[in-house]
């Protein structure tokens, strides 16, 4: 383990006037400290913030705030987003363990670093450890990697199942900071590699996630988070579907619909979503859009396997959100 120097913060501005070059904010650091062992992450300084008052979850314009220390398992559990928001339970108790829930926390959920196997092993090169060293995944083992918004920089992918709920949902996040406080858009928070794969977020330096705020729109009639992965326990997902609809009898009022698994960060197609408002609730409607959403894809050596499993968990996630039946009280298998 490398040398650091730890700071207690008592305040958000304690916390903020703390961080500098090197510096990380820990919490839970379910993700942080695996990334120190490994040697990815060798920060000169650990802010701690677990003692900031952030671990609330409050009634906010209609919907609910999450405190940034809220743990994973306090939201799952919290009566009102198991009423209101199920998608968001659903997607949280589809992830980890019951002993990583009860350490995670919200803030920390969102900023996971994508998952890559050569990001992890700090012997090998990678544009996200150290920019411009390549990206051996282009070409190399890339199984579990991206099919949507890569660049020739980086195809790694973002590995919440809490974010994919998050973003069907457009959830806010509220941030403070050097230059004071600011509300993101959740679909603004993540961003693609592009020509910078080592940024993550659109944090800017020295910010820190203080909430999430849930919009009064849960969904939680017709809604389903679907997780494909190689075992059923433990283990990210090779795609991952959360599906909302809003419904007028069998016609499609609002839809929203997220993947995991298959981007460098939560992925969404607003123009299919588009599509769907509307039209009937059926098979058709949903293959049609399946159709659409993964005619984008750009597949990798090893990986145009999630092209076809991608389209069928779409159609799957829209039938269960259609029908009421999410993925914890169905038995369906794809067809």
Do not use: C, K
């Given at each position: 383990?490398?040398?650091?120097?730890?700071?207690?913060?008592?305040?958000?501005?304690?916390?903020?006037s703390a961080f500098g070059a090197g510096a990380r904010f820990i919490a839970g650091g379910t993700n942080l400290i695996d990334l120190m062992k490994y040697e990815v992450e060798k920060p000169g300084r650990l802010i701690d913030i677990t003692q900031l008052p952030l671990k609330g979850i409050e009634e906010k314009d209609g919907g609910l705030r999450l405190g940034a220390l809220a743990t994973n398992a306090a939201v799952a559990y919290d009566s009102r987003v198991a009423e209101r928001y199920p998608l968001l339970r659903n997607a949280i108790l589809a992830g980890a363990s019951a002993q990583l829930r009860n350490a995670a926390t919200t803030g920390g959920n969102l900023l996971q670093r994508t998952r890559c196997y050569y990001f992890y092993d700090a012997g090998t090169p990678c544009n996200k450890r150290e920019p411009g060293s390549g990206c051996p995944a282009i070409g190399g083992v890339n199984r579990i990697h991206a099919i949507f918004g890569t660049s020739d920089q980086c195809i790694a992918t973002h590995p919440s199942d809490m974010c994919i709920?998050?973003?069907?949902?457009?959830?806010?996040?509220?941030?403070?900071?050097?230059?004071?406080?600011?509300?993101?858009?959740?679909?603004?928070?993540?961003?693609?590699?592009?020509?910078?794969p080592e940024k993550d977020t659109t944090l800017k330096p020295g910010e820190i996630v203080v909430a999430v705020d849930l919009p009064e729109q849960g969904f939680a009639q017709n809604f389903t988070y679907l997780k494909l992965r190689d075992r059923l326990s433990y283990a990210f997902a090779l795609v991952s579907v959360a599906a909302a609809l809003d419904l007028d009898g069998d016609t499609i009022k609002t839809a929203r619909l997220a993947l995991g698994g298959v981007a460098h960060k939560p992925w969404r197609n607003t123009q299919a979503e588009a599509e769907l408002a509307g039209k009937p609730a059926t098979r058709e409607t949903f293959d049609k859009v399946a159709a659409m959403i993964v005619a984008e894809a750009k597949p990798q050596s090893e990986n145009g396997f999630k092209i076809e499993l991608a389209r069928r968990a779409i159609v799957r996630g829209l039938e269960q959100a259609a029908a009421g039946t999410p993925q914890s009280l169905s038995d369906k298998r794809i067809q």
């Open positions: 383990m490398n040398r650091f120097e730890y700071v207690r913060a008592g305040t958000v501005a304690e916390a903020v709920a998050l973003a069907a949902l457009e959830a806010t996040v509220q941030v403070s900071g050097p230059e004071g406080d600011r509300s993101i858009p959740f679909a603004e928070f993540h961003r693609l590699p592009g020509n910078e």
